[in-house]
């Protein structure tokens, strides 16, 4: 099930994409659920093993920036932001094109898909071998903790996939960044894993809808990526019952500790987010007290993810 990402096993898993299996990925963000964009039954199998709701689109993964906008309309800022991000953790929300092949529920019948080139060597041969645009979420259950290993993928969707490329844990760890760029004004829909700021820094300010603001992005739903187990953020002190997740130097006490990042780098923390949620998850604590992390840089998108994480199920939406 599981297999190290070799020549045989990209192979392997580009010809099961081809026939309409789905199959989990890595990529430098999170491990992702690929399927064929252009088969229809396979987009619905994606979506039934996710327990995804059909109103939520997927990311549509290419090799390249010219395969990926053969399927949505590149501006200006389009071309300005895949010079400076891709391949990398950067998804464009563009105007669907009229002759792409993506079927409608891929895109979850938006005139907009979201385009994105990923770093990870092994998912581009994939993509090139499939020969096919790939639709990837993120390789949970909906409203689960995303995965960072191809064990996750396995413990989570192993009854659902035909194969796992295992290519080791994420080098990022958080989701893609997603911006709306078929306006002339970029728009921060989703923060992840290029900071908000050295997107700034190339072509300006973006504009960042308010939360609670009207959700022009599912991926926005107030509560996602979430442990079973309940989630206090901004903790000062920590009980004996409780786990921590620490940030720089820990607080004693807790009945487990996990730490995102005893230097306090936000890089690191990122990297590690998911799968010490994970872990946590398991210890049976009352709940998970999280360390305050600065709001700039990745920090943004690591508390994004925190702040869905600790919304109480009865406010999801
Ligand atoms: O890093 C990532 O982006 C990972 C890896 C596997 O590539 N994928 C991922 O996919 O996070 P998913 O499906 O978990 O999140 C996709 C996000 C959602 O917030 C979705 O609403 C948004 O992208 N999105 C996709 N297409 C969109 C569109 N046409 N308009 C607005 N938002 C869109
Ligand atoms: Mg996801």
């Known amino acids: 099930m599981i297999r190290p990402a070799d020549e045989a096993a990209i192979a392997?898993?580009?010809?099961?994409?081809?026939?309409?299996?789905?199959?989990?990925?890595p990529t430098e963000t999170v491990y992702g659920l690929a399927g064929d964009a252009t088969n229809a039954d396979a987009i619905a199998r994606l979506y039934a093993a996710k327990g995804r709701p059909p109103h939520n689109?997927?990311?549509?993964?290419?090799?390249s920036a010219e395969a990926a906008f053969r399927h949505g309309e590149?501006?200006?800022?389009?071309?300005?932001?895949?010079?400076?991000?891709?391949?990398?953790?950067?998804?464009?929300?563009?105007?669907?094109?009229?002759?792409?092949?993506?079927?409608?529920?891929a895109t979850?019948?938006?005139d907009t898909i979201g385009l994105r080139v990923p770093a990870t060597p092994v998912a581009a041969k994939l993509f090139a071998a499939a020969g096919v645009p790939v639709a990837a979420p993120s390789a949970n259950l909906s409203n689960q903790i995303s995965p960072t290993t191809a064990q996750h993928v396995a413990d989570g969707l192993g009854d659902k996939v035909a194969l796992i490329l295992d290519a080791g844990p994420c080098a990022v760890g958080v989701e893609s960044?997603?911006?709306?760029?078929?306006?002339d004004r970029p728009v921060l829909l989703r923060p992840g894993g290029v900071s908000a700021e050295d997107i700034e820094r190339v072509v300006g300010p973006l504009d960042r809808p308010e939360a609670g603001a009207t959700i022009t992005s599912p991926g926005?739903?107030?509560r996602h990526y979430a442990p079973a187990t309940r989630v206090r953020l901004n903790a000062t002190e920590v009980a004996a019952d409780e786990a921590l997740l620490a940030f720089g130097p820990a607080l004693t006490g807790a009945k487990a500790t996990a730490n995102l990042s005893p230097a306090r780098n936000l890089g690191e923390a990122a990297a590690n987010l998911y799968a010490m949620l994970h872990a946590l998850d398991r210890v049976d604590a009352?709940?998970?007290a999280v360390m305050p992390i600065p709001e700039d840089g990745l920090g943004r998108a690591i508390n994004d993810r925190l702040r869905r994480a600790a919304t109480a199920a009865d406010e999801s939406c």
């Open 74 to 105: 590149a501006n200006a800022l389009a071309e300005t932001l895949a010079k400076a991000f891709w391949p990398g953790p950067l998804t464009m929300v563009l105007a669907k094109r009229i002759d792409s092949p993506v079927v409608p529920a």
């Open 177 to 183: 960044t997603v911006v709306g760029v078929s306006g």
């Open 286 to 288: 009352a709940a998970i």
């Open 57 to 63: 689109p997927l990311i549509i993964h290419f090799d």
């Open 12 to 25: 392997e898993a580009a010809r099961l994409l081809r026939a309409g299996e789905l199959v989990g990925i």
């Open 108 to 110: 979850a019948g938006l």
């Open 220 to 222: 926005m739903l107030k």
